[in-house]
């Protein structure tokens, strides 16, 4: 294939280099379309067809249904590695060694400890807030308790930046529930395992010992490794752009939750699991269902479908329904919203609409399944997608900041008001 893309305006040729994957994608490098066209540029909603950048951190082949993590499939990453181990390897590029992973865990525990003064600012949320306002705004005001995390240029100083977020993390994850629930606010302990310790942290009562569930422990550390990183999403391509900025680390997370929190994003967990009820109480009639969410005119959208980049099978969606199954047997829960969403499944794969539209069920399909199995209250689901977003996050504004990229700033098309006169108060 010839390395030269021709692109034509008015009769003048312009020539622009393709640049190729590794994985053999193909893009079209327009760096200097401005300068050469004399200011031309390009429109693109929602960025359809735009690369924001170069990465080497997860590859997804939406037509195909592949999704890798630094070349490793997820499916193997989700069977046998643990999430700490994956959270290294987004971030640092390799699988830990055992003492590498040891000394990463040791580093993330001692800085697992939130200033005290947080508690107040905890405090002063109503009990209705949203968690994942709470988080992010707690992400946020990290930033003026470790004013030293701001600034950093070399990778020690990044290094102590990532291992204070993964270790501060778990514990504003597990207050934002505590809060919710009324129990007075925990700090773990240091000698579980990182998941172990979230869960104990989220659901230890006062006055009675917590005892760890292997299945949940295993479960959730099974879907934090899936929902760890999916390239350039928008909560994502929001981390990387506020992090243009040298806006800093934890500003740059704070920024992503708030992104992820929208249900067409990682919302979708909570907007599922709310849809589904709905569908139970309205007696159960899955066909209405389908109907709304072919209808132009009804708002309604069958949450947990479609995806911008999946045109098949989501990969993570098909180990969650295997996994929903497997918790929901050994936890013996019996939740009659297993069998809508799978009534559901069913019909949409073979509709149509959804068929002629390559709509596939998505990895927040049956996530909020497990997590309602798990005794996850339905608004804290997305918070446990921002728990397994971090380390991507992380390793995509490490990247960002390494790989010392120009701050974001997109272009426009200008379709407003051309030059007018001001018209004074009184003649308008
Ligand atoms: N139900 C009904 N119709 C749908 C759905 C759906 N869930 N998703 C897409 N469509 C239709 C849409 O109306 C459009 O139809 P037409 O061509 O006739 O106008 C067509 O399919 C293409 O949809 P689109 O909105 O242009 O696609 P998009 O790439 O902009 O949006 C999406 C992707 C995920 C926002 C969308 O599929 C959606 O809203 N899904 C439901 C929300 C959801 O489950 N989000 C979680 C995504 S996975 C987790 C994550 O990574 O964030």
Redesign the pocket.
């Known amino acids: 294939m010839a390395n030269i893309a021709t692109l034509e305006i008015n009769g003048e040729k312009y020539e622009f280099p393709l640049i190729e994957g590794t994985e053999k994608e193909v893009a079209i490098d327009i760096k200097n379309l401005r300068s050469t066209t004399g200011g031309v540029t390009t429109i693109d909603p929602?960025y359809?067809n735009t690369g924001s950048c170069e990465s080497s951190i997860t590859f997804l082949d939406g037509e195909k249904g592949i999704l890798s993590y630094r070349g490793y499939s997820i499916e193997e990453l989700a069977e046998k590695a643990d999430f700490l181990e994956v959270a290294y390897l987004l971030i640092f590029g390799e699988l830990p060694t055992k003492e590498q992973n040891d000394k990463f865990h040791e580093d993330i525990k001692a800085e697992s400890l939130v200033d005290d003064d947080i508690r107040k600012i905890v405090d002063a949320f109503p009990k209705s807030a949203h968690p994942m306002g709470v988080l992010s705004s707690l992400t946020s005001a990290l930033t003026a308790f470790n004013p030293s995390s701001v600034n950093v240029d070399s990778e020690e100083d990044m290094y102590k930046s990532v291992v204070r977020i993964l270790g501060k993390f778990p514990v504003l994850v597990a207050w934002t529930l505590r809060k919710k629930q009324g129990l007075p606010l925990d700090y773990g302990d240091k000698n579980l395992g990182y998941v172990e310790n979230v869960l104990k942290m989220m659901f230890k009562k006062p006055n009675e010992e917590y005892v760890q569930n292997k299945i949940v422990v295993d479960a959730l550390d099974k879907l934090l490794i899936l929902h760890a990183d999916?390239e350039q999403?928008?909560?994502t391509s929001t981390v990387r752009i506020v992090g243009s900025s040298h806006a800093g680390l934890f500003a740059s997370l704070s920024a992503g939750i708030s992104a992820?929190w929208g249900?067409?994003?990682?919302?979708?967990?909570q907007?599922?699991l709310e849809m589904l009820e709905a569908i139970k109480e309205d007696g159960g009639d899955t066909k209405k269902y389908m109907a709304k969410?072919?209808d132009?005119e009804d708002p309604?959208?069958?949450?947990?479908?479609?995806?911008?980049?999946y045109k098949n099978f989501?990969p993570r969606a098909k180990i969650i329904k295997v996994a929903a199954d497997e918790v929901l047997a050994d936890l013996g829960v019996e939740d009659p919203i297993l069998e809508i969403a799978k009534g559901l499944e069913q019909e949409a794969l073979n509709d149509d609409?959804?068929v002629k539209?390559k709509?596939y069920p998505?990895?927040?399909?049956y996530s909020g399944i497990i997590y309602r199995g798990m005794g996850i209250p339905t608004d804290m689901f997305t918070v446990m997608?921002a728990l397994g977003r971090l380390p991507g996050w992380i390793a995509q504004w490490r990247e960002m900041r390494l790989r010392k990229e120009p701050i974001g700033r997109p272009r426009q098309l200008y379709i407003g008001e051309t030059k007018r006169p001001f018209v004074p108060i009184n003649k308008r």
Request: a positive charge.
């Open positions: 929602g359809k999916h999403n928008c909560s992820l249900p067409l994003h990682g919302g979708a967990n907007a599922v969410a072919k132009k309604f959208r069958l949450m947990g479908f479609g995806h911008r980049v989501d609409y959804f539209r709509l998505n990895v927040d399909f997608f």
